[in-house]
Nanobody, 126 residues
Framework: QVQLVESGGGLVQAGGSLRLSCAVSGRILNTYATGWFRQAPGKEREFVAAITWSSGITYYADSVKGRFTISRDNAKNTVYLQMNSLKPEDTAVYYC???????????????????WGQGTQVTVSS
């Protein structure tokens, strides 16, 4: 069983930055990928970024490439999402997710998450 707890959301002006954190507890093996998804009002959930726990290899949605950076701290069992140059269209609830036995790319391509956090709101004002 894996538990995920997000933090770091909030209100920011367009062009600003936020860093989200996801504290991971439970049994995370090196085969896991962890990532971030988001869901805006009235829209489907979409993949944002993922990282393969063991290798640190990352994968991003095209919409956030060059602006968002995902990273992890193995010692703290924490995954981060650094979001820069935020746009109003980045407004959404952001969810942390984890899945076993897949890569970051697979998590993104399949939009797959087996364990989910409760979500944290990010609002970008224009």
């Amino acid at each position: 069983q894996v538990q995920l707890v997000e933090s770091g959301g909030g209100l920011v002006q367009a062009g600003g930055s936020l860093r989200l954190s996801c504290a991971v507890s439970g049994r995370i093996l090196n085969t896991y990928a962890t990532g971030w998804f988001r869901q805006a009002p009235g829209k489907e959930r979409e993949f944002v970024a993922a990282i393969t726990w063991s290798s640190g290899i990352t994968y991003y949605a095209d919409s956030v490439k060059g602006r968002f950076t995902i990273s992890r701290d193995n010692a703290k069992n924490t995954v981060y999402l650094q979001m820069n140059s935020l746009k109003p269209e980045d407004t959404a609830v952001y969810y942390c997710a984890a899945s076993p036995r897949i890569t970051a790319q697979a998590m993104g391509v399949m939009s797959k998450g087996d364990y989910w956090g409760q979500g944290t709101q990010v609002t970008v004002s224009s």
